[in-house]
């Protein structure tokens, strides 16, 4: 029942910047980590940046310096600020959590994924 919405992406030119946006929703107990994943034509999906409920990150080589990660834990929102793109940053984003949820009966653990959303960087 746990649901990712994302907003951002779009097409921008190199160099500019975009602010991808998540949030969590739904019978949300907590939440673990928080993170966002890339996978670009013809490559292997890679973990871009990573947010635990404590506040580390982690960062892939290739964006380090560039992207920040950061989360409203008061909204279940994580937020991914791209400057100085790229053209090989060009991928479809997808948005990852996983925590645990709750029903009247039962908690559990739960991972979800949102749909994507396209990120094109021109040159």
């Known amino acids: 029942q746990v649901q990712l919405v994302e907003s951002g992406g779009g097409l921008v030119q190199a160099g500019g910047s975009l602010e991808l946006s998540c949030a969590a929703s739904g019978r949300i107990f907590s939440i673990r980590a928080m993170g966002w994943h890339r996978q670009a034509p013809g490559k292997q999906r890679e973990l871009v940046a990573s947010?635990?409920?404590?506040?580390?990150?982690t960062y892939a080589d290739s964006v380090k310096g560039r992207f920040t990660i950061s989360r409203d834990n008061a909204k279940n929102t994580v937020y991914l600020q791209m400057n100085s793109l790229k053209p090989e940053d060009t991928a479809v984003y997808y948005c990852?959590?996983?925590?645990?949820?709750?029903?009247?009966?039962?908690?559990?653990?739960?991972?979800?994924w949102g749909q994507g959303t396209q990120v094109t960087v021109s040159s």
């Open positions: 990852n959590g996983d925590g645990y949820w709750y029903s009247d009966a039962e908690v559990g653990p739960f991972t979800s």
């Open positions: 947010i635990t409920s404590g506040g580390s990150t």
